[in-house]
């Protein structure tokens, strides 16, 4: 079955540093990955996907994330922290007809100045 | 692209009164999905349609909740008899599938529903 684990449902960066979310994913097909985030009483606004091409992917406002099939991972980076960057990211992947996502729980970036 | 629309955007109700909430695609998506979202959770797969044609329902959609997209375009989701727990966000997102390929499900604002 699939499903995705975020490890920190919060995350606390200073402006300026790295930022790290963490997923980790089960899966019983090639697996298509996401990154989503969502402000506050906002719907979801894609970041990047995963879809079996580069493993290196990068998205919008600075991030990128790396699958990485042997450590079942696909974490979220950015080598600087902005202000805006706060919210709420959550990782998705796809069951396993690609129809339906499943969400992880979330991780709740705060920035610091 | 307009991108996906859902209205109301926040609804209060009294327990055991029927709601219905509205979600407008991206006008060239053949496929729109909704799913709930509790407080401290990710979103959860309620169902979705291909076209007109509803053609899955999770274990979450109980027999209070119906849904509907009756010319292929707009949805609409009816929950009867409405009760504390259905208090949540309630996410539309619409995608295009061609030749089987699942593309990109794109979200809207959501509506929250509270539930007095």
């Known amino acids: 079955a699939q499903s995705v684990t975020q490890l920190g449902s919060h995350v606390s960066v200073s402006e300026g540093a790295l930022v790290l979310l963490r997923c980790n994913y089960s899966?019983?097909?090639?697996?298509?990955l996401f990154w989503y985030v969502q402000y506050p009483n906002q719907g979801l606004q894609l970041l990047l996907k995963?879809?079996?091409?580069?493993?290196l992917v990068k998205g919008i406002n600075g991030f990128e994330a790396e699958f990485k099939k042997s450590e079942t991972s696909f974490h979220l980076t950015k080598p600087s922290a902005h202000m805006r960057d706060a919210a709420e990211y959550f990782c998705?992947?796809?069951?396993?007809?690609?129809?339906?996502?499943?969400f992880g729980k979330g991780t709740t970036l705060s920035v610091s100045s | 692209d307009t991108g996906v629309s859902q209205n109301p955007r926040h609804k209060i109700t009294k327990r055991g009164q029927n709601v219905t909430f509205r979600c407008d695609p991206i006008?060239?998506?053949?496929?729109l999905y909704w799913y709930r979202q509790t407080l401290g959770q990710g979103p959860e797969f309620l169902t979705y349609?291909?076209?007109?044609?509803?053609?899955?329902k999770s274990r979450l959609l109980s027999d209070r909740f119906s849904a509907e997209r009756p010319k292929g375009s707009f949805s609409t989701l009816e929950i009867q008899r409405t009760e504390q727990g259905d208090s949540a966000m309630y996410l539309c997102?619409?995608?295009?599938?061609?030749?089987?390929?699942?593309?990109?499900?794109?979200f809207g604002p959501g509506t929250r529903l509270t539930v007095l």
């Open positions: 998705a992947v796809f069951n396993q007809a690609g129809t339906a996502l499943i």
């Open positions: 349609f291909q076209n007109e044609a509803q053609l899955e």
């Open positions: 997102a619409s995608s295009l599938v061609q030749g089987g390929f699942t593309d990109t499900q794109y």
């Open positions: 006008s060239e998506h053949n496929r």
């Open positions: 995963y879809t079996s091409a580069a493993t």
């Open positions: 899966s019983s097909v090639p697996p298509y």
